[in-house]
């Protein structure tokens, strides 16, 4: 295992930016070629099963979640109802999954994984489990998780700010970026 995680040195002040705040320059670098790094994976992964990487998130979703709808998968992947069917067929095709009788709405169905995509997704995550072990200090997993946890949440809170300013509403605290702000920092 490589330790990547170093440690500042004793009374060393947070760098600050420009304009006096906490510059996080070098977060968003690595956070950027994170994104780009596990696209690509995620890519290669598809690839592999010869599924999209839409069909693989659907994947990921049904398998995370209990009892999952198409209208709850549609409503994840923000895929129209037509795509989300055809992609639904596709994965019901090549085996990764299947339809069955909701068990209290007989109007509805609920999507389950089939032995074929519960193991498309274990190898996957045994794939993230490794990388992980390879590349953290296990002294830092803990941090690490609420930490991503924590940026998460704060992407998501600085994202509905910013769509609450965009409809006219109350705007943004000041110094977040708001929706557009943060998907231009994070892709940039």
């Given at each position: 295992m490589t330790d990547v995680s170093p440690q500042p040195p004793a009374g060393s002040a947070p760098p600050l930016d420009h304009d006096g705040l906490l510059d996080v320059s070098r977060v968003l670098e690595a956070f950027r070629a994170l994104q780009q790094q596990n696209e690509r994976v995620e890519r290669l992964v598809a690839?592999?099963?010869s599924i999209g990487t839409s069909d693989l998130r659907c994947l990921r979703f049904v398998g995370d979640h209990?009892?999952?709808t198409p209208k709850t998968t549609a409503e994840f992947l923000e895929l129209s109802t037509g795509a989300t069917t055809s992609l639904l067929d596709r994965l019901e095709t090549a085996g990764f999954m299947h339809r069955a009788p909701?068990?209290?709405?007989r109007r509805s169905v609920v999507l389950e994984l089939a032995p074929s995509g519960r193991k498309a997704i274990d190898d996957i995550d045994d794939f993230y489990r490794r990388a992980f072990r390879d590349a953290v200090d296990p002294n830092h997993l803990d941090f690490l998780a609420v930490?991503?946890?924590a940026i998460g949440d704060s992407l998501t809170r600085t994202a509905a700010e910013g769509e609450t300013a965009e409809q006219g509403e109350?705007?943004?605290?000041?110094?977040?970026?708001?929706?557009?702000?943060?998907?231009g920092a994070a892709g940039a």
């Amino acid at each position: 295992m490589t330790d990547v995680s170093p440690q500042p040195p004793a009374g060393s002040a947070p760098p600050l930016d420009h304009d006096g705040l906490l510059d996080v320059s070098r977060v968003l670098e690595a956070f950027r070629a994170l994104q780009q790094q596990n696209e690509r994976v995620e890519r290669l992964v598809a690839t592999y099963f010869s599924i999209g990487t839409s069909d693989l998130r659907c994947l990921r979703f049904v398998g995370d979640h209990e009892a999952p709808t198409p209208k709850t998968t549609a409503e994840f992947l923000e895929l129209s109802t037509g795509a989300t069917t055809s992609l639904l067929d596709r994965l019901e095709t090549a085996g990764f999954m299947h339809r069955a009788p909701h068990p209290t709405d007989r109007r509805s169905v609920v999507l389950e994984l089939a032995p074929s995509g519960r193991k498309a997704i274990d190898d996957i995550d045994d794939f993230y489990r490794r990388a992980f072990r390879d590349a953290v200090d296990p002294n830092h997993l803990d941090f690490l998780a609420v930490a991503m946890r924590a940026i998460g949440d704060s992407l998501t809170r600085t994202a509905a700010e910013g769509e609450t300013a965009e409809q006219g509403e109350t705007a943004p605290a000041a110094g977040t970026a708001g929706a557009a702000g943060a998907a231009g920092a994070a892709g940039a």
